[in-house]
């Protein structure tokens, strides 16, 4: 054993010095080959020296660009001459190789409404200064989401809208919102003029959209695409009128949830862990009257000469409490009683981080009060009226006070005082009775006492209401409205829906009326969807015009403004855009009885089974003459026989 032990030893005392001897080896080899590529390199640069200089010098930036933050932080009195020499050098360089610059404000308007519910508006807006359309690669995102920009560099994209809205926007009770979305999906989409084929090019943006956003966007196809041709101009640069590059289209019967509310809160550079975004409960926003987030996506200019653009993605969320559902019938309003969450700090990456209370109604606080208090007020003209604004900036610490917690209360004091009408709302409903015929009647209000205005009508039809564009009627004031301007693209089955745009005078004060009538199809039995006895909807209506604003409007769009005031671009200082939808139409269709196929499955399997089964029974069944039983007087005589030997009876 001993002599085993000894040699087992020797045996790993030789390994280990076999090892030490291979490393050793390795090691000179590798010694020799770095010597070798020293001596080619100084025999190299011998031979090129121009070539050597460059690259020192650039070795020599490189390193200084590397050394600027300890340079900077000494007093320029104080450096040498050579320090300042290099530190104007590695200031050129930058300068030579400009990067995109980002910039991200937040916005939150409340505005108490008269019947005593609450609107919340929060606007995002994230400034690029790149440019997609000159069709070079952009590899590096910073603020604005990757996601976004690949989309518009991939599809030639000049500007995207789309909106998510569950429920329906109450103008008479609430007034106008800051931006207006119609029940449902909505998609409006320019594209360049360098996209040959538009409509497949369409057809891949709204799945790579659904995917996004969640969404069943999947479904919007030729059927409920439209391509207007006077409504949806442009808002931002550039003066495209070729309707050719712009589509349409709505889905007017899409659920929001929360699953399309999480891939728009990832868009944020923040997302939803600091600033306003916190607010942003799932569970108390869509616990409310009317719920609206939207993407906008549009160029617009840097000066306001114009010269150089940014991309500008603006992210909206509107949102309307109930006094009954939400507060309980008390009319005391609160951030926490909001959203169950309060604020303690700005986004990080936000240049400007600001809240709006609306109090231009309450100008001496009698009819609500707003604490915590704050001295800063600002005025802005929105939607041609000027309004006042008391101003949190949460960039500011002293905002947040000494619990570093800002959790705004509004306490209502008087229910007294009247909301000024809007200027301009629409109603839109179906008449008639039956399931052959109907007709749509559309209902434009005008409240101005003493000025007239021109407003565009957009109307798409689906196909299976089969318009009679022949009883068309406008009227106003019991007279009829003759349109200045119409255009119609009729639908064909199962490929396009009706198209009707046309431009109509409102008279002052005055109620205008749009009837057409329409003729229900009959559907194949594979079109119906899964509950057709609810009906088919029909997407809102689209009013589109300029009205009077009480108060000179701003048309310098490059101003620093609030972000819910700069929306629409304004041209005009006499008058502001607006635009208004409708009510989405529940039309029912002539629905055959789906358990029809049930009963005639039932009748037949019975016919089957009792019919087919006598007859086979007949034809396999065979029969035989059975002898009647012998009584019990018989059957004993046969035992006694058989226990005789004698054959029985």
């Given amino acids: 054993m001993a002599a085993r ?380 009226d000027r309004r006042t604004f008391s101003v949190y900036d949460l960039t500011q610490q002293i905002t947040f006070g000494t619990v570093r917690s800002l959790n705004l209360l509004i306490r209502w004091k008087s229910s007294e005082g009247d909301m000024l009408r809007p200027l301009l709302h629409a109603e839109r409903y179906v008449a008639g009775y039956g399931l052959q015929t109907g007709e749509i009647h559309t209902l434009m209000y005008n409240n101005h006492p003493y000025r007239s205005f021109p407003v565009l009508l957009l109307d798409s039809v689906p196909w299976y209401l089969r318009l009679y564009i022949h009883t068309l009627t406008v009227t106003s004031k019991g007279k009829d409205n003759k349109p200045s301007f119409i255009h119609y693209e009729p639908s064909k089955d199962r490929v396009r829906p009706h198209l009707l745009e046309m431009l109509v005078q409102l008279p002052p004060n005055s109620v205008t009326e749009v009837t057409v009538q329409f003729e229900r199809a009959l559907l194949k039995w594979t079109e119906y969807t899964p509950d057709p006895n609810h009906g088919f909807y029909v997407g809102s209506s689209v009013i589109s015009s300029l009205v009077p604003s009480v108060v000179a409007m701003d048309t310098n769009s490059t101003q620093d403004r609030p972000l819910f005031s700069s929306f629409f671009p304004c041209k005009e200082e006499s008058s502001y855009f607006v635009r208004v939808y409708t009510e989405p139409l529940l039309v029912n269709l002539p629905t055959p009885d789906f358990s029809m196929p049930y009963n005639v499955i039932c009748l037949t399997c019975t016919v089957v089974a009792v019919g087919y089964g006598s007859l086979y029974n007949l034809l396999t069944r065979s029969f035989q003459i059975e002898e009647p039983s012998p009584g019990l007087a018989k059957r004993i005589a046969n035992i006694i026989r058989k226990m005789r030997g004698v054959p029985p009876l």
Avoid at 136 to 145: E, Q, R, T, W
């Fill in 5 to 384: 032990r000894c040699s087992f030893l020797a045996v790993l005392a030789l390994l280990f010095f076999v090892s030490i001897l291979v490393f050793v080896v390795a090691e000179s080899q590798e010694t020799k080959l770095t010597v070798e590529q020293h001596v080619t390199v100084v025999e190299d640069s011998q031979t090129d020296t121009e070539t050597a200089e460059q690259t020192i010098k650039q070795a020599a930036v490189e390193e200084r660009q590397w050394e600027a933050t300890e340079i900077e932080e000494a007093t320029p009195g104080d450096a040498p001459a050579e320090q300042q020499d290099s530190s104007a050098t590695e200031t050129a360089v930058p300068s030579s190789l400009p990067h995109p610059k980002d910039d991200f404000q937040e916005e939150l308007v409340i505005r108490p409404l008269h019947s005593g519910d609450i609107y919340a508006s929060f606007q995002f807006r994230t400034l690029w200064e790149t440019d997609f359309m000159s069709g070079n690669k952009v590899s590096h995102y910073g603020l604005f989401p990757k996601s976004l920009g690949q989309v518009i560099s991939k599809f030639s994209v000049r500007e995207l809208h789309i909106s998510f809205t569950q429920g329906y926007w109450r103008t008479m009770q609430w007034g106008q919102p800051f931006l207006p979305s119609p029940p449902g999906a909505e998609l409006w989409v320019w594209f360049q003029d360098s996209v040959t084929d538009v409509d497949e090019t369409w057809k891949e943006l709204t799945n790579v959209l659904s995917g996004i956003f969640c969404a069943s966007l999947n479904f919007i196809d030729s059927t409920n695409t439209v391509q207007p041709s006077a409504s949806f101009k442009p808002l931002g640069t550039g003066n495209v009128t070729d309707h050719r590059f712009l589509r349409y289209a709505t889905l007017p019967r899409e659920i929001v949830c929360t699953e399309n509310l999480t891939p728009w809160k990832k868009l944020l550079p923040c997302g939803s862990k600091a600033g306003l975004a916190v607010l942003l409960k799932s569970e108390k926003l869509f616990h409310s009257s009317f719920h609206s987030q939207a993407v906008h996506i549009r160029p617009v200019c840097q000066d306001w000469r114009c010269k150089t653009t940014s991309w500008e993605l603006r992210q909206t969320l509107n949102v309307v409490f109930d006094l009954h559902t939400s507060s309980q019938g008390k009319r005391e309003w609160s951030l926490f009683k909001m959203f169950s969450r309060t604020l303690t700090e700005a986004c990080p990456l936000a240049s400007s981080s600001k809240i709006y209370i609306d109090v231009t109604d309450n100008p001496e606080g009698e009819q609500f009060e707003v604490t915590p208090a704050t001295p800063l007020l600002s005025q802005a003209v929105v939607l041609g």
